[in-house]
C-alpha cells in the first residue's frame, strides 16, 4: 500500500471518527447525568434528519434557516421525551427506565415510518458542505473538514458549561446525588430538561452532518450509528465527554483501517470489529479507557 | 437395500407432511379469488417494494375479475427483512387462504418464502427477483423476469465489448443473495471474456445497511480498474457511487436491475450519471399489446414513467389470472400445473415463456443515467 493510499484512509477514518465522536459525546452526556442509557438518542437523531428534510425539500427554505430551527426542534423533542417517558421513573429502579428509553426508541422508530413513509428519502445536500476540494493524493469533502471543527468546539463549549458555569455544576450536583440536590435548592427537573435538550441538539448536529455525508435517510437509520456511539462511549468511558470523543475517534479510524488491510474477504465483518473492540476493553478495562473514577464524571 | 426403506420412508414422511400442509389451507370464500402480495413496503428495499404494488394494483384494476369471481389483493409488508418475509408468507398461506401469491422484490426475501409455498401448494410468481435459486427445486415458485446468470453475463459483454475494459472490480452487499450470485456470474463470464484469470483486481465486499465505503473504494482506486461492477440495492449502491466520486474515481460504474428507482437518482444526484445497469423493459421500447395498454393506464393513473419492476408486477399478475382462467379452479396445484405450461404469453414487459425451472425467458435491457433520467441504451437477447 502505497503512503498516498494510506493517507486517504487516515483522512477516510478521521472523518467518520469525529462524527461517531460528536454523537457520542450527546449520549453520554444523558448517562453522565442521570446513570441513563438513553437508547432513544439514536431515534432523536433520526428525526432531526427528517426535519431537516421537510425543512429544505418541501417547504424549500435554505438550509441555513432550517438547520438552526432543527436544532431547536429536536432539543425540545429530547425535552419532552424525558418529560413523557423518564421523569414518572425518576425514583423507580434503574431498570425500568432503561425499558421505558427502550420503549421510546421503538415507539420513535414506528411512529416515522407511519407518518414519513418507510422509503428511503434523500437528504439535501448543499455544496457548500459536499464539495471536493483535491489535496494533493487525497481527495476530501468539504464536510470533512467541518465536523472534526464543529466537534472539538462543542467538546471545549461542553466542558467549559459543566466545569465553570452554576448550570453545569448543578449538572454535577445531580449527577452525584439528585435527592440531596434537589434538598440543596437545585431544581432538578429543569437541570435534567436541560441535559436533555442539549443532548439532543449535539445528536441534531451530529445527525445533520450524517445526513451531509450520507444522504440518505430511513426511518431506522438511527439504529446502527446510536449502537456505535454507544460503543463509542463505552470504549472511552461512558459518562466522560473527552472518553468519548477519544472512543469515536478509535472507533471510526479503526473500521476504516480494517477494511484497508485486511483481506477483500474481509471487508464485510467491519461491524463486527466495533463489538469485538467493545468486549475486549470490556475485559480489560471495564470502565472505558478514561473511565477512572477520580475523572470528572459529568 | 437400507438405503432405499429410508428414501421410500422420507417419501412417506415428506407426503403425509404435504398433505397435512394443504387439508389446513381450505379457501374461506369460495366467491373471491385472493391473490396475496408480499413486498417490502418499508425498510431499505421499500422503495423496490412499492414500485411492484403500483404495477400490481394497475392490473388488478384493468383486469379485478377471473372465472366470474372477483380477485381480492392482500397485500403484505415483509419490512426487507427475511425473517419477515417467512412470516408474511405464512399469513397469506394459512390466515388468509389465497389462491396464488405474487413476491417478492429482493432475492433474499422470495426464498425465506420459498418452503412455505411450496408446502402448502400455492403458486407464487415472483416479479423481479433474479437469484436463480428462487425457483430451483421449487415447483410452486415461477417468475416472469430473466435470472442472474442471464444478467451477469450481460453486464459482463457490456464491459469487455462496449467498454473495452480489460480490468474490473467488484464491490457487492455480502448479505444478499442477489448480489452476491450476480457478482460471480458477472466474473466468471468477465474471466472467459477477457481471457484473463486475474482480470478482477478487487473483489471488495459491505453489508446491508453501511454507509461509509470510503475503505473498500480507496483501495479499488488503489488497483485502477477500467470497471467497477457493484451489484447491490439502490440505496447502498447510490451512496457508492457518491463516494467512489469524491473519492476521485473515474471509473464507469455498472450494476443491475435494482437500481432502477427514483430514489437512486436523488441519493446519487450528479454522481450517478453515466451509472449502467441491465433491467428488463424500457419504456421507449414496448414490445406487445400489452405493454402499450400497461404503459397507457399507467401514465394516466400515477403521471410518470413505470419503472420495469412495474411492469413485471403487473405481468406477474395477468400471468397469474390467464393461468387460472386455464385451469378453471381456484385450486392451487391446477394453478399451477397450467402456469407451468406458460409459453409466449403477452406481457407488459415482453413475451414470456417459462422453461423448466419455472424462469421466464427473455431479453435484457440496458440503461444509463442520462441528464438525470434512466435512458435507454441497448436491447441483448438471451442465447438460444
Known sequence: MSFDIFLQHLTNGISLGSLYALIAIGYTMVYGILRLINFAHGDIFMMATYFAFYGVITFGVPWYIVFPIVILLTASLGMTLEVAAYRPLRNAPKISIMISAIGASFLLENLAIVIFGGVNKAFPTPEVFTGVVQLGPVSLQKLTFYIPIITVIFLVALLYLINHTKTGMAMRAVSKDHETAGVMGIDVNKTISITFGIGSALAAIGALMWGLKFPQIYPLMGVMPGLKCFIAAVIGGIGNIKGAVLGGFILGVGEIMLVAFLPSDYTGYRDAFAFILLIVVLLFRPTGIMGEKISEKV | ?384
Open chain 2, 1 to 384: 437395500m437400507k438405503r432405499g426403506l429410508s428414501i421410500l420412508l422420507t417419501g412417506i414422511i415428506m407426503t403425509s407432511v404435504a398433505l397435512s400442509g394443504c387439508s389446513g389451507a381450505k379457501k374461506a370464500d369460495s366467491n373471491v379469488i385472493k391473490i396475496g402480495v408480499f413486498e417490502p413496503m418499508t425498510g431499505a428495499n421499500a422503495a423496490g417494494g412499492a414500485l411492484e404494488v403500483e404495477g400490481i394494483k394497475l392490473a388488478n384494476k384493468l383486469y379485478p375479475e377471473v372465472l366470474g369471481k372477483k380477485v381480492e389483493l392482500v397485500i403484505e409488508d415483509n419490512k426487507s427483512d427475511k425473517v419477515e418475509a417467512a412470516n408474511a408468507a405464512n399469513r397469506l398461506v394459512n390466515k388468509e387462504k389465497v389462491n396464488a401469491i405474487i413476491g417478492s422484490w429482493g432475492s433474499s426475501l422470495s426464498m425465506a418464502a420459498g418452503d412455505i409455498v411450496k408446502k402448502a401448494k400455492v403458486p407464487t410468481v415472483g416479479a423481479s427477483c433474479t437469484n436463480p435459486l428462487v425457483t430451483q427445486g421449487n415447483d410452486y415458485y415461477f417468475r416472469v423476469c430473466f435470472i442472474d446468470p442471464f444478467q451477469g453475463t450481460v453486464m459482463a459483454n457490456y464491459a469487455a465489448t462496449k467498454l473495452n475494459a480489460k480490468k474490473a472490480a467488484i464491490i457487492k452487499e455480502v448479505s444478499n443473495d442477489y448480489a452476491v450470485g450476480l457478482a460471480k456470474f458477472f466474473t466468471d463470464s468477465f474471466k472467459s471474456l477477457t481471457g484473463d484469470q486475474n482480470c478482477i483486481v478487487e473483489d471488495s465486499k459491505y453489508n446491508t445497511g453501511d454507509q461509509d465505503f470510503t475503505a473498500q473504494l480507496t483501495n479499488i482506486k488503489a488497483k485502477n480498474p477500467d470497471v467497477i461492477f457493484a451489484p447491490g440495492n439502490f440505496t447502498e449502491s447510490a451512496l457508492i457511487i457518491k463516494q467512489a466520486r469524491q473519492l476521485g474515481i473515474k471509473a464507469p460504474i455498472i450494476g443491475g436491475d435494482t437500481w432502477e428507482t427514483d430514489e437512486f437518482l436523488k441519493i446519487g444526484g450528479a454522481a450517478v450519471e453515466g451509472a449502467t445497469f441491465s433491467t428488463f423493459f424500457a419504456t421507449e421500447k414496448p414490445i406487445t399489446e400489452e405493454s402499450k395498454k400497461f404503459l397507457d393506464a399507467y401514465k394516466a393513473e400515477y403521471k410518470k414513467d413505470p419503472a420495469a419492476v412495474t411492469a413485471l408486477g403487473y405481468d406477474a399478475y395477468i400471468m397469474i389470472l390467464d393461468a387460472i382462467k386455464r385451469a378453471n379452479s381456484g385450486d392451487g396445484e391446477k394453478i399451477r400445473n397450467e402456469m407451468a405450461k406458460t409459453k409466449d404469453f403477452q406481457g407488459a414487459a415482453g413475451v414470456i415463456t417459462l422453461d423448466e425451472n419455472r424462469n421466464a425467458v427473455k431479453n435484457a435491457v440496458i440503461k444509463i443515467v442520462k441528464d438525470g433520467k434512466f435512458t435507454y441504451l441497448d436491447t441483448i437477447e438471451p442465447k438460444k
